[in-house]
């Protein structure tokens, strides 16, 4: 079990790292060209083509790099209306914020040893 000082630490170091990832995400917003691909993808789902570069008549390509981002912001359109170039800062900013979240979860679950016996 933690002790609550321990607990208190983490919670601090959780609430400064938030506030240095919202800091430094703020700073540096930006949508690379290479997301305008995607979004192409996305668009084109969307008019019912499904993941295509081109629609018909032309053979569909895959030239996305991760399926898994391009149906997110896919579905995140289609339940929210809120399009990929304005929503995608802000999925990438809360999966960075869970990361960090995640990692202080899993350095609290670590049994270190007692400082007196080092």
């Known amino acids: 079990m933690m002790k609550s000082r321990e607990s208190l630490a ?3 170091i959780l609430g400064l790292g938030s506030i240095g990832l919202f800091l430094g995400w703020s700073q540096f917003w930006f949508l690379t060209d ?3 691909i995607a979004f192409r993808y996305i668009s084109n ?3 019912g083509h499904g993941y295509v570069w081109n629609p018909p008549p032309f053979f ?3 030239g996305y790099t991760s399926f898994l981002w391009v149906a997110l912001l896919d579905r995140i ?3 929210t ?3 990929p170039p304005d929503s995608a800062n802000w ?3 809360f999966f960075a914020w869970a990361s960090l979240s995640l990692t202080v979860f899993v350095v609290s679950r670590i049994k270190w ?3 007196s016996s080092v």
């Open 91 to 93: 999925v990438s900013l």
């Open 113 to 115: 040893p007692d400082s």
């Open 34 to 36: 290479d997301a305008f």
């Open 81 to 83: 209306g809120i399009e």
């Open 77 to 79: 359109w289609s339940l």
């Open 10 to 12: 983490l919670l601090v």
């Open 60 to 62: 569909p390509v895959e």
């Open 45 to 47: 789902s969307q008019l």
